[in-house]
């Protein structure tokens, strides 16, 4: 079993800049890649960005591409999403996911665990 905690959400004008962690605890010894999703309210959960176990690989959904990075930092089993430029738009809760596999995945269904998400409101 994987626990996930989310932190860094909260309230950002138009043009500003968060950073959201993500620590993993329990099984962490395992080789999970790592995603980040988001869901506006009444949208499905929608993917954001993903990083392998390595951190060579990442992947971006479009409309984040340059704006958001994600990271990660294996010895202290965090994974970050830096955003900059955030937009109105970007407003959503925020959710970290593994899964157990080294490979990046961009499908809800690919990732096993999930945390409780963390709320982003962009104020235009």
């Known amino acids: 079993q994987v626990q996930l905690v989310e932190s860094g959400g909260g309230l950002v004008q138009a043009g500003g800049s968060l950073r959201l962690s993500c620590v993993a605890s329990g099984r962490t010894y395992s080789r999970y890649a790592m995603g980040w999703f988001r869901q506006a309210p009444g949208k499905e959960r929608e993917f954001v960005a993903s990083?392998?176990?390595?951190?060579?690989?990442?992947y971006y959904t479009d409309s984040v591409k340059g704006r958001f990075t994600i990271s990660r930092d294996n010895a202290k089993n965090t994974v970050y999403l830096q955003m900059n430029s955030l937009k109105p738009e970007d407003t959503a809760v925020y959710y970290c996911?593994?899964?157990?596999?080294?490979?990046?995945?961009?499908?809800?269904?690919?990732?096993?665990?999930w945390g409780q998400g963390t709320q982003v409101t962009v104020s235009s």
């Open positions: 996911a593994a899964r157990a596999s080294p490979m990046i995945a961009t499908l809800c269904q690919s990732y096993d665990y």
């Open positions: 990083i392998s176990w390595s951190a060579l690989s990442t």
